[in-house]
């Protein structure tokens, strides 16, 4: 079975200050890894997404995450944060088997707040 | 163009009746799915339908807990009985298939239910 642990349940931050987000994940196969963003009373939005090749992944908003198959992370940071960059992150993973459904497996969530 | 949508956004319920909530996926997208969000948890998947293949139900947690779909349309996920450890936010998602699991799942808005 996969899972996902976010380390931190919220992360305040100063705004224009950098900012890493953990997320390790468990599976004995391969995944394919997720970082979603969750703006208050919206649904949730890909910021990125790593399937395959470089394993810096590049997203929306300035964000960039890296996976780490031997330490099983894929933590997202971005080099400076905006006061808009306050929301709920959600990690997850799916399998890339043929015989997955394509469910995605997340972990609980981390809040940024941003502060002036 | 327009993306998933979810009604109602809200929903209040007495405990022991039953609840429908609707989900209206993009256009074209022949997968779907249902996820449910706990105060505080990560996203927990419940329900999968692709084309006319038997859904996967894996997730539901019990069999007061029913989805329907028709074709690649509109979807209702029904909660018989509903108990007040159901209230949560519901949560739609759908997307293409056809690429190994790669796609990304474009989500809705949400119905938030609350049981009394």
């Known amino acids: 079975a996969q899972s996902v642990t976010q380390l931190d349940s919220q992360v305040p931050v100063f705004e224009e200050a950098p900012v890493e987000l953990r997320c390790n994940y468990s599976s004995s196969v391969s995944v394919y890894l997720f970082w979603y963003v969750q703006y208050p009373n919206q649904g949730l939005q890909l910021l990125l997404k790593?399937?395959?090749?470089?394993?810096l992944v590049k997203g929306i908003n300035g964000f960039e995450a890296e996976f780490n198959k031997s330490q099983t992370s894929f933590h997202l940071r971005k080099p400076s944060v905006h006061i808009s960059d306050t929301a709920e992150y959600f990690c997850?993973?799916?399998?890339?088997?043929?015989?997955?459904?394509?469910?995605?497996?997340f972990g609980q969530g981390t809040t940024l707040q941003v502060k002036p | 163009g327009a993306g998933v949508s979810q009604s109602p956004s809200n929903k209040v319920t007495e405990k022991g009746k039953d609840v429908e909530l609707r989900c209206d996926p993009i256009s074209g997208h022949t997968a779907l799915y249902w996820y449910r969000q706990r105060l505080g948890q990560g996203l927990e998947f419940l329900i999968y339908?692709?084309?006319?293949?038997?859904?996967?139900k894996s997730g539901l947690p019990s069999d007061r807990f029913s989805a329907e779909r028709t074709g690649e349309s509109v979807s209702t996920l029904t909660i018989q009985r509903t108990q007040q450890e159901d209230s949560a936010v519901y949560l739609c998602?759908?997307?293409?298939?056809?690429?190994?699991?790669?796609?990304?799942?474009?989500f809705g808005p949400g119905t938030r239910l609350l049981v009394l």
């Open positions: 339908f692709q084309g006319n293949s038997a859904p996967d």
């Open positions: 997850a993973v799916r399998d890339t088997g043929s015989s997955n459904t394509g469910k995605l497996i």
């Open positions: 998602a759908s997307s293409l298939v056809g690429s190994g699991g790669q796609e990304t799942q474009y």
């Open positions: 790593y399937l395959s090749g470089s394993t």
